[in-house]
């Protein structure tokens, strides 16, 4: 939809820049010609004020705290949806029928299998490396093994890939798990649910019988189904980045999971709890917003704050329920981690400094304390995250083939470097 024109004055000349309005959300103003009848460039260091592209997918208001995906509010998806119908909803743009939801779950599972081959990559791995290092070098690695799956150019083949990776993630994260813990590998089980399946490949072992807790199960669920997209985020930018020159869809998403594994993405579910560890009981919290608040002091509160979202995360407060559900399922009372955490996330919701800069706490602040109930390492949970986003990561993708506006993604910058200048000769210098 194109809306009025945006007046842009450069050096006393004036020209008319097309705007542009979305369904809902603030309007564009298209700058596509502006280096062209102007000669000047915009800056905007961090994209706080530049959309990259159209998209169809997920949409945040991050005043309001509104996540929606294909038009569905998170809070519907996650209380009465299952990972796998927010996964169709993502690619496809629609919820399934019955019959598509079955058909779409039987493909994903009947995909799971990895390459037997695959599984020697693993010991080139140290046994303590971050299973984030192994997932970058496995996933990558998934281009060399299915060829017939990298012509981007072929929709079906597109498709195939987008549903080998949503299938074979769980498959490798639980691998990287057991590689880490020196425990054997456990293949996927047909007859499980996505969620019940990835808990058993991670917690199973040969020589006891595994029983999937349906309360763990639907918690894990829950977990992907949150955090499965979330619009053109670092990782999922760096997936389109990375696509728009053409890359097989394994290396593009290797690619984001290489990004999503920095603590101020992905990386902060695992420094939130290291963070709560850290401060360990609820006297001590005090000393630490302190030094949150301390501009001098690089110490942030990990999981508080968010670049969109200037109200509460609405994943944190489903994510807060979980937890809580988790917790109660486990018989974990009095968990002191947990104590701390509602207690710093009070005296931060009434704190002038976090009141005034809008610091909510994001969903990473919850889902470390569920993770490690579940009986995952610190280590892992970056993993989780980029398993559960992968399926985002893929519709963007997809979503980014299929625009004919789509162009090799290509920055300009400000050079503020030397300018021309002669070469001396080392002698002369
Ligand atoms: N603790 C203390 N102060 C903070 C925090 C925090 N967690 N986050 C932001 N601020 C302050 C910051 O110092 C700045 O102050 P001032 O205006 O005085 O310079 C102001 O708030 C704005 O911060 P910013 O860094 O300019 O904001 P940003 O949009 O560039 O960064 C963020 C967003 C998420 C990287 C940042 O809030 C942060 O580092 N949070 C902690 C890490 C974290 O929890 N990340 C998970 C994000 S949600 C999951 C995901 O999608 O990846």
Known sequence: MTGKGADVS????????????????????????????????????????????????????????????????IEQLAEHGDFLEVCYLLLYGDLPTKAQKDDFDHRVTHHTMVHEQMSRFFTGFRRDAHPMAVMCGCVGALSAFYHDSTDITDPHQRMVASLRMIAKMPTIAAMAYKYHIGQPFVYPKNDLDYASNFLRMCFAVPCEEYVVNPVLSRAMDRIFILHADHEQNASTSTVRLAGSSGANPFACIAAGIACLWGPAHGGANEAALNMLAEIGSVDRIPEYVARAKDKNDPFRLMGFGHRVYKNY????????????????????????????????????????????????????FYSGITLKALGFPTTMFTVLFALARTVGWIAQWNEMIEDPEQRIGRPRQLYIGEPKRDYTPVSKR
């Open 313 to 364: 995360d609405p994943r944190a407060r489903i994510m807060q329920k979980t937890t809580h559900e988790v917790l109660g399922e486990l018989g974990i009372k009095d968990d002191p981690m947990l104590e701390v955490a509602m207690e710093l996330e009070r005296i931060a919701l009434t704190d002038e400094y976090f009141i005034e800069k809008k610091l909510y706490p994001n969903i990473d």
């Open 10 to 73: 450069v050096g006393g000349k004036t020209i008319e820049l097309p705007t542009r309005s979305g369904t809902i959300g603030p309007d564009v103003i298209d700058i596509g010609t502006l280096y062209k009848n102007t000669g000047t460039f915009t800056y905007d260091p961090g994209f706080t004020s530049t959309a990259s592209c159209e998209s169809k997918i997920t949409y945040i208001d991050g005043d309001e705290g509104v996540l929606l995906h294909r038009g569905y509010p």
